[in-house]
């Protein structure tokens, strides 16, 4: 197999892969909404190839180090979590929006799409009926084994629509390809998939799917399943019948290859012939029997007017307008980042998707606003953080790009500054051939200057996006600087409520520990009555514990904050069946709740407090049983290896089936508790919660639907 050659791979290598728009904009809505599941959301994700390929980009990306590659669209969406599926379905389509203003997706894709999902369904129930345990595999490989036609669609626009054109079908398109690239889409596919390093055959089931008959037996089995199921797909369903025909051929050649019994490739294809149907039905998508499975140039595009200058000016205002209104969302996303670092690296994923864009640096302004340095962000190269550039226009193209608030290129001729040494520093660690600055400016403050790293090819698709490049980067500077006023204001916030709750924390704490003493030496002395074999025994020393606890808390209301407790390291498994054996009776048969645990035993113990994490969940468990006066069910999952920005988390989850939660409590849920709240403990327990989970620099997040219950999500550092 010939490699890719260098100007098709520079074209390919960040381009955009156009969608199919009614499995996105279904996508979009139920990431939007909330309160889909993970399952829910991958079996719309996995109807199209270009929106499975997105997630498992971006998933098994630099951005997200894991021990292991993910190689299902399940394992993908779990491991970006919720707030990076929302950002990356929005960034999806509002790049879709971009590229149909800038006339570059003008392509019908029913054929290629219906296509695809036949190959993909016969796939899964091939390797269904070998009883092999990677059915889901054998579907993804289905699915994305002609995605290399839209990499080189959307990298070579008009030069490959031709030869889609010319072609009319997959066999005579292969052989074109071959002929004008030197390459063709199987090899582009693969080179894709082999970016992802999945422990897999994926790659080489793209690659061989137009291997010739004689060839295939010697391939591995994912390949063989792959290369049979494209055969099958091609099949006409009106020829079934024809005992001698070539379809008879084929399948007798194929089940005799894959062991499979004589006639099953003929009755799967009906059936997934039907299903793709019914898929396309419900989806909106008319679907034309007969269809050449290939992308191609609509009717709409090749009919399209030449623009007057009238309509030219329509065309700029719709552009203002679009930006205002599909840009803005992205705001309140980029603006809830936890850290700086990671809201840097959710500006560094969006750009990508939105541009195509993936080597992307920060450069920020230092305190004394006299330089340029890199960010301190784990996600671009370290020896950006030892430069320092001066803010002199002369100095270098950052420079100028940052004093001049307009972007600089070393592309450019008409550069206002020359290429300077620290320049060619930064092209040589992004690894590009040339670099594009944009500057950050939000309320005529200079934030700093992202760096796009690309080559000529890229630079000049990019010339007709700058402003779109511009509004967004106004936009993260914007986010930037929001954030960091937020967090300055919080702090002022915090400093005076701390003032003025010690002098009643202690009064409190006082008067509570009293009580508390009696309660324990009472305790004590029912232990003492007790036989050493009494079943009672254990459970009153969980009742010491946790008595104990409480009087902890009291103990350091005036002392300490939440922050200042002492970390340990915590089995959470443990926590929570301790916690099941005291309360699963009084919190939850009482009420004819049902408690299910689901625990992850690989779970290793995590750093934090035993007593706040117990805290966190005693207010969650009695918020759910109290909302679920009539019955119902609440289950608590823990698992490990959850990646988020570069760092890895253990999960609890908590799902109950009662009302949901208000939408006052539900939006304010990491706001500080204040006189504005509700009467009665609505809401307090959850404000308690966010701010424990904060503490032990976890996350939590929250889906939650009237009439269907409410799913806390936390997540806590494993180190």
């Not at 065309?315 to 700086?340: F, Y």
């Not at 409520?497 to 004590?524: C, D, G, K, M, W």
């Not at 327990?685 to 889906?703: E, F, N, P, W, Y």
Request: one cysteine or more; proline letters at 5%.
């Amino acid at each position: 197999m010939k490699s890719i050659p260098g100007p098709v791979l520079d074209a390919i290598q960040s381009t955009h892969l156009p969608l199919m728009p009614q499995v996105l904009l279904r996508f979009l809505s139920m990431a939007e909404e909330g309160g889909s599941s993970t399952e829910e959301l991958a079996s719309v994700a996995l109807l199209d190839p270009a929106l499975s390929a997105h997630l498992l980009m971006a998933a098994n990306s630099a951005a997200f180090p894991r021990d292991r590659q993910l190689a299902t669209l399940g394992q993908c969406l779990h491991a970006l979590g919720p707030r990076q599926v929302r950002n990356i379905a929005a960034c999806l389509s509002i790049q879709s929006v971009l590229a149909r203003m800038a006339n570059d997706q003008s392509y019908e894709l029913v054929g290629f799409w219906n296509h695809s999902l036949l190959v993909a369904q016969i796939a899964h129930e091939i390797a269904i009926l070998l009883n092999r345990d990677d059915a889901e595999e054998s579907y993804l490989a289905g699915l994305l084994h002609d995605v290399g036609q839209l990499l080189l669609l959307g990298g070579m626009g008009d030069r490959y629509a031709a030869l889609l054109d010319w072609s009319g079908e997959e066999e005579a398109l292969v052989v074109l390809e071959r002929k004008e690239l030197g390459t063709d889409h199987s090899a582009a596919g693969a080179w894709l998939v082999d970016q992802w390093k999945l422990p897999s055959f994926m790659a080489d089931a793209i690659l061989f799917h137009h291997a010739l008959p004689g060839q295939i037996p010697s391939a591995d089995r994912l390949s063989q399943i792959v290369w049979a199921s494209h055969v099958v797909s091609a099949w006409d369903l009106a020829e079934a019948s024809n005992r001698k025909g070539r379809q008879q051929f084929e399948a007798a050649a194929i089940e005799s290859m894959l062991d499979l019994p004589t006639g099953s490739l003929v009755t799967i294809h009906r059936q997934v012939f039907d299903r793709v149907g019914e898929l396309a039905s419900s989806l909106g998508i008319k679907t034309t029997p007969g269809s050449a499975p290939l992308p191609r140039l609509s009717q709409a595009a090749i009919d399209r007017p030449r623009l007057t200058e009238q309509s030219d000016a329509w065309g700029q205002i719709e552009a203002a307008v679009c930006n205002l209104a599909i840009m803005e969302p992205l705001r309140d996303n980029l603006r809830a980042s936890e850290h700086e670092a990671e809201g840097l690296e959710a500006i560094r994923q969006v750009a990508r998707i939105l541009f195509g864009l993936d080597r992307l640096a920060f450069l920020l302004v230092g305190e004394d606003q006299s330089s340029l340095s890199g960010a301190p962000f784990d996600r671009q190269p370290a020896l950006l953080q030892q430069l320092e550039i001066p803010l002199k226009a002369e100095a270098s193209l950052a420079a100028a790009a940052a004093l001049g608030k307009e972007p600089r290129s070393s592309f450019a001729v008409e550069s206002p500054a020359s290429t300077s040494l620290v320049d060619v520093q930064i092209v040589r660690c992004l690894g590009t051939e040339g670099v594009l600055y944009v500057p950050m400016h939000s309320r005529d403050q200079l934030i700093g200057v992202m760096v796009y790293g690309l080559g000529e090819a890229q630079f000049n698709r990019t010339q007709k996006r700058l402003d779109w490049i511009a509004n967004f980067t106004h936009l993260a500077a914007a986010s930037i600087t929001n954030r960091r006023e937020a967090i300055a204001q919080r702090k002022q916030i915090e400093a005076d409520l701390t003032s003025q709750f010690q002098y009643q924390a202690r009064q409190v704490a006082h008067e509570a520990s009293n009580p508390l003493s009696i309660i324990t030496n009472y305790l004590s002395t029912l232990e003492d009555r007790l036989p050493e074999e009494s079943n009672i025994l254990q459970e009153i020393a969980i009742l010491k514990e946790e008595i104990d606890r409480v009087g902890l808390i009291v103990r350091r209301l005036g002392e300490v904050s939440i922050h200042g407790l002492e970390k340990t390291w915590v089995d959470i498994n443990a926590v929570i069946e301790g916690m099941s054996a005291l309360y699963r009776d009084s919190l939850f048969a009482s009420r004819d709740i049902s408690l299910d645990l689901h625990l992850d035993v690989q779970l290793a113990p995590v750093p934090g407090s035993r007593d706040q994490i117990k805290q966190i969940l005693l207010n969650l468990w009695k918020n759910a049983a109290e909302a679920m006066p009539a019955g119902g069910r609440m289950v608590v999952s823990t698992v490990g290896g959850i990646h988020l920005s570069g760092r890895n988390y253990a999960e609890i989850r908590l799902t109950d089936n009662g009302p949901g939660l208000p939408p006052d409590i539900d939006r304010s849920l990491s706001q500080p508790l204040g006189s504005a709240r509700r009467s009665g403990h609505a809401g307090m327990g959850l404000s308690i919660v966010a701010a424990l989970v904060k503490a032990l620099d976890g996350q939590i997040t929250t889906q939650s639907r009237p009439g269907q219950g409410t799913t806390f999500v936390i997540l806590l550092p494993m180190s």
